[in-house]
């Protein structure tokens, strides 16, 4: 499956974006899917992921309350919605897709990944 990110930018803290990551290739509905960022000289992190049919979440502390993640696998596209965002969500952001269909915050458990978008919070 191929994974193409979207939707990163500029944006001041406490303003709010929506990545969106469109698959292509196999429907997306066979992977847990998740989003992982990294930061300028960090390692990739965690953010949130979901399983098959939506129905789980889980989140990273750090964005807890303030990040949605969802999917639609009928237009096999997943989303992050991103509110309230803060200078620290500055970040490279990954879709990833994990043929378990659990949903897992391992990156390592993800097979295939897009190119990355990247978020901008401007203090």
């Known amino acids: 499956v191929q994974l193409q990110a979207s939707g990163g930018g500029l944006v001041q803290a406490g303003g709010s974006l929506r990545l969106s990551c469109t698959a292509s290739?196999?429907?997306?509905?066979?992977?847990?899917m998740g989003w992982f960022r990294q930061a300028p000289g960090k390692e990739r992190e965690f953010v949130a992921t979901?399983?098959?049919?939506?129905?789980?979440?889980y989140y990273a502390d750090s964005v807890k309350g303030r990040f949605t993640i969802s999917r639609d696998n009928g237009k096999n596209t997943l989303y992050l919605q991103m509110n309230s965002l803060k200078p620290e969500d500055t970040a490279v952001y990954y879709c990833?897709?994990?043929?378990?269909?659990?949903?897992?915050?391992?990156?390592?458990?993800?097979?295939?990944w897009g190119q990355g978008t990247l978020v901008t919070v401007s203090s």
């Open positions: 979901i399983n098959r049919i939506g129905g789980s979440t």
């Open positions: 990833a897709a994990d043929p378990l269909g659990v949903g897992v915050p391992n990156g390592s458990e993800y097979d295939y």
């Open positions: 290739g196999r429907t997306v509905s066979r992977y847990a």
